[in-house]
């Protein structure tokens, strides 16, 4: 009787625990498939579950043992494996080739009904794919490195026929800045085939470091691999720049770089290396200078980030070196293709080296240009011989692109587009999309990171293929996201940056063309997100996080509306400064505003937070300016009045700049109103030239021409130290006046030692705060 209650429970257990997991599911994958249809019931994996692979199909064995082995270890199943069953067997899994599947190379169809389930693909690579979904399919526990109890091991029924919209599928790592240790090499590895990606671009060269062992070439790892120290925090920062003073090093000896190669097959994930040239090179002339066109110059390892004039000299020893180097490559990496680099190669030193002049009349070149086209064509020449093919970033096709290279599209799609035109195959990875040091939520809160702003929802907005025509498209073989390091020194940092915005990237790179849904992308990549937590990826929380936009309501006030992707969770706040709790304010609709606020928020979620409104005399107000900013720059005069006061020196896009020039504008109230305050914020960013201004004149008038209460203010700071926000005051106490007019001074040319010395200097302010 004991054991039929407790069988019985257990029967209700599996019974509501696979119930709640197929309310959970929901088909969370991610890529999503190219075609589905989803049908009633499950297929429910127990002791008595087997897995088939027949001896035919033997090469399978790996892909079939490596899902077994994951789903043994989470669920502590025995799943056998069987050579044979009959057709009408029930409670199997089948996995076959079938080369007749018309899906491709990466295709595969999987079939799951509440008897069986049938994986069938042309290859071991589409059933290796074929069994990720599987695992996505099932509980998001299967990823778990230990046992799990209590789990229903469902599959919900469903039919699935899938194969890749293009065919290469990356993710960049750039050890160059920041070595990174081999058993997060292979982490990385792990989770591209997570997500169906198959190339890893390994960027193993650079300015800062070179990392790949050389057997010819021991200097290259002995010198080139350590740089003495590293800049402290971010380029621009501080004035002076500072450094660590703590060496950096590291690099991968041929030994284990087979040994990743051989990991990688394993994943089908081709790593493709890259060998830079002819710029950052600094670290390779270091270790050897009589590669650069000046060999008693005292090259070094950099130790700080940024494009360096120190690049190789296209001369015979160079090419010598360089072909040695890369057939070592070829050895180590059965890559077809091979990444070149060729991107930001200044030509300072080509041009003040006689060897390079002569080289450019004797080869009758039109330029320097034409001089690094030459490069890369012999380059390209010496690749092909070995039955190899080059990559090399899109500044290859200045100067004429060498004939079989592929384009990698960075600087924007336009490099992509035009090598398409021109017959090139390409590879987009477009700074604008998929540049994953970006920051991708608001600066003043995230981790350090080298700029610009790309959030999820904008990655997932791209398509690879916009712009081109039909017969264009056939030349784009594929997505990345480019994974540079300056601003990343660990691993945990790297897996911060990266996900989960390299899912959006392999969801574009696997899923068909056409409108995308992200409403629907998040909801599955929150369930995808708990399989990262199972692989301890430090991935980016930010999907679940609140961010505000302001707008004003039908009687002009200032209303704050929160917004988060994550639809699940709720909102709560308060305006009183206290911290919420699931007791505050409930958030259901805007908040509206009459005085300057802080909002602080909680989500169930787990996340939180908190931003000040102002509310000023000024806000929604128009404004002129005597000296106008740069095109493209506050062109519908509201960035100084909106209510949204810069945070950060590190947000470009918060402050508007003039340049050399002085900063004035008159900003007008709509009529005459009490003034007693008025402040605004300045922007020090030494090292990038932006200066605050000498002295700043805040003056009121009624009439717009004489402004007679003006009070004038020397800003006060240090040239030397961090970059600051400088904020100005002017208290007028009871003045009344329509006219508002500020006057900030231009700090001059660039003092003597500065980089940009004898150079205009630039003025960045943000809001005009009137009360
Ligand atoms: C690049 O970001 N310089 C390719």
Redesign the pocket.
Known sequence: MKKNILSLSFVFLTFFLSYLHAQENNYNLLPFPAQFNGGEGQFVLNAQTKIVLTAKDALLKPVVLSFSNTLKTASSLPLTLATAAPATAKNVVLVRLNKALGLGTEGYKLLVSQDRVILEAATPQGAFYGIQTLLQLLPVEVFSPTPVANVAWTVPVCQIQDRPRFSHRGLMLDVGRHFMPVSFIKKYIDLLALHKMNVFHWHLTEDQGWRIEIKKYPKLTQIGSKRKETLVGHYSENYPQKFDGKEHGGFYTQAEIKDIVKYAQSKYVTIIPEIEMPG?SSAALAAYPELGCEPSKGYEVATKWGVMKDVYCPNEKTFTFLQDVLTEVFALFPSKYIHIGG??CPKDAWKQSEFCQDLIKKLKLKDEHELQSYFIKRIEKFVNSKGRAIIG?DEILEGGVAPNATV?S??GTKGGIEAAKQKHNVIM?P?TYC?LDYYQANPANEPLAIGGYLPLEKVYEYNPTAELSADEQKYILGIQG?V?TEYMPTPAQVEYMTFPRASAIAEIAWGPSGPKNFEDFSTRLKTHLKRMDYQKVNYSKRILDIRAVTQFNNQGQLQVRLEKLDSDSKIYYTTDGKAPTTSSTEYLMPITLDKITTVKAITTAGAKFEEKFFIHRAKGKSYTYANPPAEGVDTDKKKLTDGQVAQSPRNNSEWVRINGKDFEITLDLGEVRPVTKVSTNFLKIIMNNVFPPNSVEIGLSRDGENFKEAIVQPVKYQLEGPWDILPVVADFKTARARYVRIRAKNAGPAPEGHPSAGRPTTIAMDEVVVD
Do not use: F, L, S
């Open positions: 950052h991107d930001e970033w990698m960075w600087r990875t700074n540049y480019n540079w």
